[in-house]
């Protein structure tokens, strides 16, 4: 029952990262601009399908050689076992705050010119791949308070460890696919559906930061003032 929550924990942060206004607006301008090189249908659902297993490739091997690192290390590992804990609390209030949008920084993102663009996109399948590898790496706030505030202290506490970041990537990846399978298929009303989602997202990105905030407090409540 345990791995299962685990599981579907970084399933659903996966897919609130994907769905987020930032990556949501770069993952359907990429897969547009993919079909829009593209003439065959099957080749444009190829290349979305490139694009969205790039961007899960990249948070996946991020994230198993973040935690492999911290976890293969004696003496960090101690650490984590003895603190980490203690420190998911407040973690998870800091990352429910920026889904609140409480609090906001600006990251800086990665650079990559028009002409490098086209060239990856020009060379098919592997290009998006490509493609959505170096997009997931961009990280936003958002993105970032959900990868490394929620999904790294999740892995690092949990029995399934560098297994999370895997279901992470895919929960990113579903989206994305919806997306590019659509356009392969020709659906027009593509900008009325992408208003759809983001107005669903404006509820369960503050739906799921209250949740991150209160069970912040509760677990800062058990393991830092041991009010229970």
Do not use: D
């Not at 101690?78 to 980490?84: D, E, H």
């Not at 600006?106 to 650079?111: D, N, R, S, T």
């Not at 919806?178 to 593509?190: L, N, P, W």
Request: glycine share 8%; charged share 10%; hydrophobic share 55%.
């Amino acid at each position: 029952m345990e791995l299962l929550i685990a599981f579907g924990s970084a399933l659903w942060l996966g897919i609130l990262t994907s769905i987020s206004p930032c990556p949501l607006a770069t993952n359907i301008a990429a897969v547009s601009f993919l079909s829009k090189k593209i003439a065959h249908p099957a080749m444009v659902f190829i290349s979305g399908l490139a694009y969205t297993l790039g961007r899960m490739a990249a948070y996946a091997v991020l994230g198993w050689i973040i935690i492999s690192s911290l976890l293969s290390v004696p003496q960090v590992a101690q650490f984590l076992q003895k603190y980490m804990v203690k420190a998911l609390g407040p973690l998870l209030i800091i990352t429910g705050l920026f889904l609140l949008e409480a609090i906001t920084i600006k990251l800086p993102g990665v650079a990559l010119s028009q002409k490098h663009h086209n060239k990856l996109v020009e060379s098919g399948a592997p290009g998006a791949f490509l493609l959505g590898l170096i997009f997931a790496l961009a990280f936003c706030p958002v993105s970032a308070a959900l990868f490394f505030g929620s999904l790294i202290p999740l892995a690092l506490n949990s029995k399934a460890g560098t297994l999370l970041p895997f279901f992470y990537g895919v929960g990113t990846g579903l989206p994305v696919l919806m997306f590019a399978i659509a356009i392969a298929f020709g659906v027009t009303s593509m900008s009325r559906w992408f208003n759809k989602i983001t107005k669903l997202e404006f509820y369960t990105r503050r739906i799921t930061g209250v949740i991150f905030v209160l069970a912040g407090l509760y677990y800062s409540g058990i393991y830092i003032l041991q009010l229970f």
